[in-house]
């Protein structure tokens, strides 16, 4: 399984998260760059590691407030959905006026479904829209970077632009239908938990959890 580190940025306390696989713990790709890239690389330095390419589940901007600093300081790539690319591109159209986010104009543009081999670990990229129209997951081994669709014990918010509840669910249905629930979810705030344990107790997935299975 890759290592997974997970770091707590920026003013709503966004994850972000340091993925290496163990064989290759030399080079790492940065999921959702949330905070300073002075705080970003000085854990990569730590771990002897150097950034090789960038992930965004989503265009929300406490999920990429380093991503411009990050990519022109390592010249690592940026893969995000092409449907979200303006918000990364033009976020001063989309963030409250007291935030300050730098455009970036991405190099990978993802729809869903692909699967990136990047940093010696296969990642595959699923569509869960819901919080966000074009919101993307990473599975890799045994783990999910679910961004802000899934949480331990609550869901992402769809009492915002561009969100919507019935969406919402049905993308976490395909998660729990699709991997194993002793997936690791790595999310976009908060703990880590496991797919298995949200089936079972968060309070969000009551339909889940009464809807037949298999």
Same mark, same amino acid.
């Given at each position: 399984?890759?290592?997974?580190?997970?770091?707590?940025?920026?003013?709503?306390?966004?994850?972000?998260?340091?993925?290496?696989?163990?064989?290759?713990?030399?080079?790492?790709?940065?999921?959702?760059?949330?905070?300073? =890239? =002075?705080?970003?690389?000085?854990?990569?330095?730590?771990?002897?590691?150097?950034? =090789?390419?960038?992930?965004?589940?989503?265009?929300?901007?406490?999920?990429?407030?380093?991503?411009?600093?990050?990519?022109?300081?390592?010249?690592?790539?940026?893969?995000?959905?092409?449907?979200?690319?303006?918000?990364?591109?033009?976020?001063?159209?989309?963030?409250?006026?007291?935030?300050?986010?730098?455009?970036?104009?991405?190099?990978?543009?993802?729809?869903?479904?692909?699967?990136?081999?990047?940093?010696?670990?296969?990642?595959?990229?699923?569509?869960?829209?819901?919080?966000?129209?074009?919101?993307?997951?990473?599975?890799?081994?045994?783990?999910?970077?679910?961004?802000?669709?899934?949480?331990?014990?609550?869901?992402?918010?769809?009492?915002?632009?561009?969100?919507?509840?019935?969406?919402?669910?049905?993308?976490?249905?395909?998660?729990?239908?699709?991997?194993?629930?002793?997936?690791? =979810?790595?999310?976009?705030?908060?703990?880590?938990?496991?797919?298995?344990?949200?089936?079972?107790?968060?309070?969000?997935?009551?339909?889940?959890?009464?809807?037949?299975?298999?």
């Amino acid at each position: 399984m890759p290592i997974v580190d997970q770091l707590s940025l920026g003013p709503l306390g966004t994850n972000c998260y340091l993925v290496r696989s163990s064989e290759s713990a030399e080079v790492a790709v940065v999921v959702d760059p949330s905070g300073p =890239v =002075v705080e970003i690389q000085r854990e990569l330095d730590e771990r002897g590691a150097r950034c =090789v390419a960038i992930l965004i589940t989503h265009g929300h901007y406490d999920h990429v407030l380093g991503v411009a600093d990050l990519a022109e300081t390592t010249g690592a790539p940026v893969y995000m959905a092409e449907r979200e690319r303006m918000l990364l591109e033009e976020p001063a159209r989309f963030t409250p006026p007291d935030v300050d986010v730098r455009p970036w104009t991405p190099d990978v543009l993802l729809q869903g479904d692909e699967t990136l081999d990047l940093a010696g670990i296969s990642f595959q990229v699923a569509s869960v829209p819901g919080h966000s129209p074009a919101h993307l997951a990473y599975a890799i081994d045994g783990a999910l970077l679910s961004g802000d669709v899934l949480f331990e014990g609550s869901v992402g918010r769809t009492d915002i632009r561009g969100a919507d509840w019935p969406t919402l669910l049905a993308s976490i249905a395909m998660l729990i239908e699709r991997y194993p629930g002793e997936t690791v =979810v790595y999310p976009g705030h908060g703990p880590a938990t496991r797919l298995g344990v949200e089936l079972e107790r968060n309070p969000f997935l009551d339909t889940l959890r009464a809807a037949p299975r298999g």
